[in-house]
């Protein structure tokens, strides 16, 4: 099992930054990839971003190219999501997942994913 703890979400206005981190406990050691993901209420959950863990190859959802850079510590078992730029469109819970699928490319579909965080919400408005 994997265990994934999200923070760093708060509120911010248009044109801000955040910092969202994702610790990694357990069973880490067979970790292909992490991601970030996040859900608008009454939307479907989308990827922003994942990692792969082996060689920190980034793949990213086009609405966040340019304005988020996902990165990782592997010291820390820690995943980061740096996002600048924020719009109100990229107001939702964002979720930290971990996946131990072989995978390849922009693996963007949840269900390549097995493990879960809580969640950390983000929003952005004036």
């Known amino acids: 099992q994997v265990q994934l703890v999200e923070s760093g979400g708060g509120s911010v206005q248009p044109g801000g930054s955040l910092r969202l981190s994702c610790a990694a406990s357990?069973?880490?050691?067979?970790?292909?990839?992490m991601g970030w993901f996040r859900q608008a209420p009454g939307k479907e959950r989308e990827a922003v971003a994942i990692?792969?863990?082996?060689?920190?190859?980034?793949y990213y959802a086009d609405s966040v190219e340019g304005r988020c850079t996902i990165s990782q510590d592997n010291a820390k078992n820690t995943v980061y999501l740096q996002m600048n730029s924020l719009e109100p469109e990229d107001t939702g819970m964002y979720y930290c997942?971990?996946?131990?699928?072989?995978?390849?490319?922009?693996?963007?579909?949840?269900?390549?994913?097995?493990?879960w965080g809580q969640g950390t919400q983000v929003t952005v408005s004036s």
């Open positions: 997942a971990a996946s131990r699928t072989v995978l390849s490319g922009p693996a963007f579909a949840p269900v390549y994913f097995g493990y």
């Open positions: 357990g069973e880490t050691r067979n970790t292909t990839c």
């Open positions: 990692i792969y863990t082996s060689d920190g190859t980034t």
